[in-house]
C-alpha cells in the first residue's frame, strides 16, 4: 500500500509560479510511474503531467507544456509539479497518482487527496 500526500498548493495571482509536491509512504516508488492530474469544478479530471520511475519519460498535457516541469526524487520518495505563467484556467484540486508501470501507463492505483490551487485574475 502506498499513500501519497500533496502539498504546495494555494492562492497565487495570473503569471505567478507554484511547487506542488507528492511524498509517498508505506513502500518504495521503485519502478512507480507518477502522474499529476487536476479537477476544475464541474470538470472531469484531467492529466496534467506524468514520468516514469527513471524519468527517462514524461508526458504533459497540451494545455501545460512549456509551462509546468514534473520531476521527481527517489531517494525521497517525492514527485513535483513545478507550475509556472499560472492562468486562471488553471485553477483546481491537483491529485498526484501512482501505478506500477516502466512506461507512462493509463490507469493508476494510487491517488492522494489533492491540494488546492486557485489562479486569481
Request: charged content about 20%.
Amino acid at each position: 500500500q502506498i499513500e501519497l500526500v500533496e502539498s504546495g498548493g494555494g492562492l497565487v495571482q495570473t503569471g505567478g509560479s507554484l511547487r506542488l509536491s507528492c511524498a509517498a509512504s508505506g513502500r518504495t516508488l521503485r519502478g512507480y510511474a507518477m502522474g499529476w492530474f487536476r479537477q476544475a469544478p464541474g470538470k472531469e479530471r484531467e492529466v496534467v503531467a506524468a514520468i516514469t520511475w527513471s524519468a527517462r519519460r514524461t508526458y504533459y498535457a497540451d494545455s501545460v507544456k512549456g509551462r509546468f516541469t514534473i520531476s521527481r526524487d527517489n531517494a525521497k520518495n517525492t514527485v513535483y509539479l513545478q507550475m509556472n505563467s499560472l492562468k486562471p484556467e488553471d485553477t483546481a484540486v491537483y491529485y498526484c497518482a501512482a501505478a506500477p508501470s516502466v512506461v507512462i501507463p493509463q490507469e493508476y492505483d494510487y491517488w492522494g487527496q489533492g491540494t488546492q490551487v486557485t489562479v486569481s485574475s
